[in-house]
């Protein structure tokens, strides 16, 4: 996890939002694992769509690591 006075950040790796940073602070350690489907206009689905990202599902620790990788768009 990034850190930066008392704030959290995971970087986003591929996609529509490729090295952007989301922040996380007070997420909880389910929610860290999980990932996120973030609202944006850049992906496939235009504006209202949503942009998968989370742990790679390699990642030994999902809920402590600072990139997400991109998981596929959706409506």
Same mark, same amino acid.
């Given at each position: 996890?990034?850190?930066?006075?008392?704030?959290?950040?995971?970087?986003?790796? /591929?996609?529509?939002?490729? =090295?952007?940073?989301?922040?996380?602070?007070?997420?909880?350690? +389910? $929610? *860290?694992?999980?990932?996120?489907?973030?609202l944006t206009d850049r992906g496939q689905?235009?504006?209202? /769509?949503?942009?998968?990202? =989370?742990?790679a599902e390699s990642d030994p620790a999902?809920?402590? +690591? $600072? *990139?997400?990788?991109?998981?596929?768009?959706?409506?």
């Amino acid at each position: 996890m990034t850190t930066d006075a008392h704030r959290e950040f995971v970087t986003l790796l /591929g996609g529509p939002l490729d =090295g952007q940073q989301l922040e996380v602070t007070g997420w909880s350690d +389910t $929610d *860290r694992g999980t990932g996120v489907a973030h609202l944006t206009d850049r992906g496939q689905f235009g504006p209202g /769509g949503r942009a998968m990202y =989370g742990p790679a599902e390699s990642d030994p620790a999902p809920e402590t +690591t $600072d *990139r997400w990788v991109w998981e596929g768009d959706c409506p």
